[in-house]
């Protein structure tokens, strides 16, 4: 290892433990500079972390960092997996089944668009299990008014779209039997929070949306389980939004469960969209599950069935 490397890594590490290093100029000039230890604060290890990390270093040792992290804390850094709009077969599902086969994946499915072909493919792959994405994932809300599109929010009565909730469950369970869990991705991960009592009566085992979960989202009878880092950029086209902005999200969420600035036990969620994917979005997804299979302080949650608190 270079010298140069040497002190990279070793900058990272204070910035990981929550100290830096500043550089103090004498007054007379004549001195050399000093230099010393100072203990900063989470958050502003975490700013300090990603802006030295964006300048100067490979993202991929930026996660592995993170990882040496939780190992000398003796934690296990927990991931999981979850693909949305998915509505039928083909080679790109067949490519994201095999990505995931020792990941595990919930499978986000429209239940209006999609039929008997996808629920075959499902039962012939064992780490995949069904949850329900909205109903038919049409936006109900006011275009043009800056509050992005909704499906499940109350834009319309709230029996109508709770009648589609049932509907779209029924179809589900139909269609995809015991690869079926009763979990609710919403839509463009939107959800009413009034929705949230009459989604529980009716015995949704729980939901995931995006961002980490807040105090009180999960419960014994109701899970919250959200995603946290989309590696598409969406704005002009869907295309992968780069190594080191999609490492950042997953750098940040286990970053701060590790400082207990989120709720720890919440595993961090990686979000695809396997119709959407560009080349580049498959090899660096591929190559995160080597990243994270080869750490030994980080492991995927393949029972996802026990992520949201269901038995087999
Ligand atoms: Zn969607």
Partial sequence: ?????????????????????????????????????????????????RFFNSAIMDPW???????????????????????????APGPILDRLFAATETTGLLLAVIPANTGPT????????????????????????????????WELGLHRAEQAVLDDLDAGRLRLEALFRDDFIP?????????DPALLAPIKARGFAGVSRFGPRA???????FATVNSHCDLIRWKTGATFKGE????????????????????TSEPTGFLTHHIDMDEEGWLFSEQLVQCINRHPAAHWCDDVRSVFGINA
Wanted: glycine share 6%.
């Fill in 244 to 263: 080191q902005k999609t490492i950042n999200q997953l750098v940040e969420h286990l970053h701060a469960r590790r400082n207990g600035t989120v709720d």
């Fill in 118 to 149: 996808l629920a075959s493919a499902v039962a012939d792959a064992a780490h995949v299990v069904v949850a329900q994405h909205g109903y038919s994932h049409t936006n109900h809300a006011a275009r043009g008014q800056g509050l992005g599109a």
């Fill in 61 to 87: 040792h930026t996660l592995n960092t993170e990882l040496d992290a939780w190992s000398a804390c003796g934690k296990a850094a927990t991931l999981w997996w979850r693909d949305d709009d998915a509505v």
């Fill in 215 to 221: 105090a009180g989202d999960h419960c014994a009878d």
């Fill in 1 to 49: 290892m270079t010298s140069a490397r040497t002190s990279r890594v070793g900058v990272r590490a204070l910035l990981a433990a929550g100290w830096t290093i500043v550089a103090q100029r004498p007054i007379d000039a004549v001195k050399p500079v000093q230099y010393r230890l100072v203990r900063i604060g989470p958050t502003w290890s975490m700013i300090a972390f």
């Fill in 183 to 191: 979990v609710i991705v919403p839509p463009w991960n939107r959800l």
